[in-house]
């Protein structure tokens, strides 16, 4: 089982001295890494060169940048990492497991967020158990996929907004998710910058229009 781990970058270079070693790190060890930079200006895709790790260039549009790296991608898994999440130590060895004993030709992490805001580990705590409930998962939770099963629900649809539902959606129809509580970390600035509250009202809010039909679209107009 050989991993392909697709990160989308788009102006990250605040957080890539620390991604960018835990890659390195993974690429030594024989696997697979490919950062897909959507028009980054901010020195972010020079950080990834000087690093010694590929960069491909795409279209900005996260669900774009994740089906193009996947394109290019050679592994058996394909992993989609954010550029503002780390991975645990051991995560593919975790992850392997956890698809071999489930069966699973998915899963996700769970997640925890990095930040001061003590409601961030609540907001954490409610992601990862509404991902258990639903089979659902979202990006900031390290999707993993076979490559197989990734090619079988078309890849990432083509949309602003909710790329990560739709593929969850799909994917579920086939089996549901293998769930690793070993957690990711993410950045916990998109809440902080926000309004924790405020950003979880709002992603409630965008999800539920989701599931009745308003396009991805109109609903990314409203998240920026």
Known sequence: MRFSIIVPMLNEAQDMPRLLARLTALRRQGNEVLIVDGGSDDGSADLTVRAGLQVLSSPRGRARQMNLGAAHATGDVLLFLHADTLLPEGALITVRRAMQKSGAPWGRFDV?????????????????????????????????????????????????????????????????????????????????????????????????????????????????
């Open 112 to 224: 925890v967020i990095d930040g001061s805001h003590p409601l961030l580990r609540v907001v954490a705590r409610l992601m990862n158990l509404r991902s258990r409930w639903t089979g659902i998962a979202t990006g900031d939770q390290a999707i993993f996929v076979t490559r197989e099963a990734f090619d079988a629900v078309g890849g990432f649809p083509d949309q602003p907004l909710m790329e990560d539902i739709e593929l969850s959606r799909r994917l579920l129809q086939r089996d549901r998710p293998a769930c690793i509580s070993d957690p990711v970390l993410t950045s916990g600035r998109r809440w902080e910058s926000r309004g924790v509250w405020r950003t979880v009202l709002l992603m409630w809010r965008l999800r539920w229009a989701y599931w009745r039909g308003t396009p991805a679209d109109q609903l990314a107009r409203l998240y920026r």
